[in-house]
Protein backbone atom coordinates (compact mmCIF):
# COMPACT_ATOMS: atom_id res chain seq x y z
CA UNK A 1 0.00 0.00 0.00
CA UNK A 2 1.45 3.21 -0.70
CA UNK A 3 1.61 5.71 2.09
CA UNK A 4 -0.66 8.89 2.32
CA UNK A 5 2.06 11.56 1.33
CA UNK A 6 4.96 11.43 -0.79
CA UNK A 7 8.62 11.18 1.32
CA UNK A 8 10.77 13.66 2.20
CA UNK A 9 8.19 16.55 2.29
CA UNK A 10 7.98 16.33 -1.21
CA UNK A 11 4.18 17.96 -2.62
CA UNK A 12 1.42 15.57 -3.41
CA UNK A 13 1.22 17.65 -6.70
CA UNK A 14 4.43 18.29 -8.59
CA UNK A 15 5.32 20.01 -11.87
CA UNK A 16 8.03 18.78 -13.76
CA UNK A 17 9.69 21.00 -16.16
CA UNK A 18 12.56 21.30 -18.36
CA UNK A 19 14.50 20.86 -21.51
CA UNK A 20 13.27 17.52 -23.59
CA UNK A 21 16.14 15.96 -22.62
CA UNK A 22 17.50 12.29 -21.12
CA UNK A 23 17.86 14.28 -17.77
CA UNK A 24 14.29 15.27 -18.20
CA UNK A 25 13.06 11.33 -18.99
CA UNK A 26 15.14 9.96 -15.29
CA UNK A 27 13.51 12.80 -13.41
CA UNK A 28 10.17 11.49 -14.36
CA UNK A 29 11.13 7.81 -14.38
CA UNK A 30 12.60 8.64 -10.67
CA UNK A 31 9.84 9.77 -9.43
CA UNK A 32 7.10 6.97 -11.27
CA UNK A 33 9.34 4.78 -9.27
CA UNK A 34 9.33 6.51 -6.01
CA UNK A 35 5.24 6.32 -6.67
CA UNK A 36 3.93 9.01 -8.00
CA UNK A 37 1.56 8.54 -11.41
CA UNK A 38 1.04 11.06 -14.18
CA UNK A 39 -1.77 12.94 -14.56
CA UNK A 40 -2.87 14.56 -17.61
CA UNK A 41 -1.01 14.49 -20.83
CA UNK A 42 2.38 16.08 -21.24
CA UNK A 43 2.88 19.72 -22.69
CA UNK A 44 5.96 20.70 -25.25
CA UNK A 45 7.16 24.12 -26.24
CA UNK A 46 8.99 25.76 -28.29
CA UNK A 47 11.51 28.60 -26.44
CA UNK A 48 13.62 29.52 -29.80
CA UNK A 49 16.43 27.51 -29.08
CA UNK A 50 15.13 24.20 -27.48
CA UNK A 51 11.98 21.88 -26.99
CA UNK A 52 10.74 22.47 -23.12
CA UNK A 53 8.42 20.14 -21.98
CA UNK A 54 6.15 19.72 -18.84
CA UNK A 55 4.30 17.14 -17.31
CA UNK A 56 2.26 16.87 -14.04
CA UNK A 57 2.20 14.05 -11.45
CA UNK A 58 0.40 13.66 -8.91
CA UNK A 59 0.66 11.50 -5.23
CA UNK A 60 -2.20 8.33 -5.74
CA UNK A 61 -3.83 9.75 -2.61
CA UNK A 62 -4.65 12.51 -4.52
CA UNK A 63 -5.33 10.72 -8.03
CA UNK A 64 -8.05 8.70 -5.45
CA UNK A 65 -9.66 11.95 -3.96
CA UNK A 66 -10.01 13.88 -7.43
CA UNK A 67 -11.48 10.11 -8.84
CA UNK A 68 -13.74 10.39 -5.62
CA UNK A 69 -15.34 13.65 -4.98
CA UNK A 70 -17.03 14.35 -1.84
CA UNK A 71 -20.63 13.98 -1.89
Same mark, same amino acid.
Given at each position: ???????????? +?? !???? &????????? $??? %?? =??? +?? !???? &????????? $??? %?? =????????????????
Amino acid at each position: MTPAHPPNDLPT +YR !LLTG &PDDASFCRR $VSE %AL =AMG +YM !LYGS &PSATFNGSS $VIV %AQ =AIVWPSVEDSIARPSA
